[in-house]
């Protein structure tokens, strides 16, 4: 692998190459938007694209059929409109059929019942396209509590009252287990979950039985169907019970879902959190990605478990085997970079800092396809988090041998990771990398970094280094000067603190280069932007005038001190009347 080369998705277009972070989502993000584009050109003006010049013709190559083929009313017409998922049209259809007296069947019925719930009575997008629940992880961790509300469910669609798939659920002159299993899935997946209720108790009352993947999302809406930990918990064994009474085996989606609902019990999650893990060890289900995260956050909002040992157990168990996607929420809400978090910087649960099992993790991380997991963000900020527990307790060697093959390959750094960075090379006293650092900081544009340039020029300045460190110093503060002088249109212009200026004059000083710490520096900023220079400043840029013998910088110094009304004024003057020698025009 190249360490210098960006995300393959990248490498078609060397123009688009980013340079940071931000760069790479807005390109991956347009790279989609493109494709998404592309499908809804071919979709709403499929007769362009309907003629095959390929020879010889392959069907799997070529775009797919989007228009009805069968014309008139039938039922085949109808299955059609179904299969090309044309939501609208089908219910049109199905509408014009019955008011003609044309018997439609139960199984033609059911799959536009399916249709319809899957899409929530709404037109398909190739955004609803995807079967994962409404999310809960992203609420329940960053969302003010809120008023409980029987059967209320963040979600994007909404269940709307008496909407086409309840007015032909009512109208069916003959109803199966199927056509209640799709509308309490339905129904779950939209959000209204007491309606989901509701229909399961008229399934019993019917006396058909409920199939698994039905089972699963009524047991993913106990949380908002129940206020109390308990009363959730207790009525997940309902449906737990019922599952046994109908001889419904469970699955992995029915543990993963139970788990999801343990989340949001409190304590009663975590005394039972383990239980439901030995179950699926009796039956022989094997967990995937997203039964660990659902264990993992259970667990860590507990103060008597030690997490390290949970983690590490996860690790022990994870890392035998490499993973395939089997729950929606596998790669969606298993985020790797969460659990490192927990390592370095303790948020969850507590601060454990423990560098051996940040390896663990990532060699877990890197089996097989488990990367795949991870989106381009996610993967950044795994990276990220993993190189600032690397700083954190690495040796600085490793630490650059680690950012040399991760940056720009891997990942982009975070003005955190540099940030990161540079403390680490102050802790090694290893300040003789700042420059190569300066220089990756331009190309990810992190250049106009407040923060990060005042932490550059404070290391920099912070002590003498040989002149051959110094000289290269002074050159990147002269390209941090270029910097807060440089105006662009679309650029505000950075304004001079006195800590960054008192840092670039004392670089300049000690490098020899008095001419531009007195007048590009001192004389015309010092004064323009009101900022007091330190003692140091002015002590090492007299000492610079002394080196290169120029009294008239060094009387120069004396006069902006006394205008400045600084204490060390006198000082000043005694040191200049006594080591330089002056004309009488200059005493």
Known sequence: QDPTAAHYMFQ??????????ANSRLFSLSKESGRNAAKYIIKQFPQYFDKTFAEPNIPCLMPEILTPQIEGLSEEALKERIHLRRVKDSVDLFDQLIQAGTPVSLETTNSLLDLLCFYGDGESTPEKEDLEEPGVNASEQKAPKREFQRGSQPSGSRWRENNNAERIFKIMPERNAHSYCTMIRGMVKHGASAKAYDMYIGLLNERHKADVH?????????????????????????????????????NLLTFNALLKTLRRCGGVGRSTALLVIKEMEALDIEPSLATYDHLLFILYRGADLCPSDIISEVLDDVGKRSFAPQDPDDGMDFNISDNLLCLSLGEKCCDLKDIKLAYRLNKVMEKGDNWKFLDMDRLNAYWSKFFSLLCMMEQIDVVLKWYKEMSSSLFYPTPKNILDLLQALDAANHLEVIPSVWEDMKQLGFNRRQDLLEELLSLMSRERHPDEIQLAFAKCAEEIKAVHEQTRREQSLLEWTGSALGHVALLFSRAGRTQEAWYVNMMEHFQQINRIPTDQVMNEFLNCAKQTNCPDEAIKLVKLAASLGLPSSQRLKNRTEKEFELSEKQK
């Open 12 to 21: 078609d277009d060397p123009f688009l190459m980013p340079r940071n972070a």
């Open 214 to 250: 039905t089972f699963n999302a009524l047991i993913t809406a106990v949380p908002y169907l129940k206020e109390r930990f308990l009363e959730r918990w207790e009525l997940a064994k309902v449906f737990l019970n019922h599952m046994a009474q109908q001889e419904v085996q469970p």
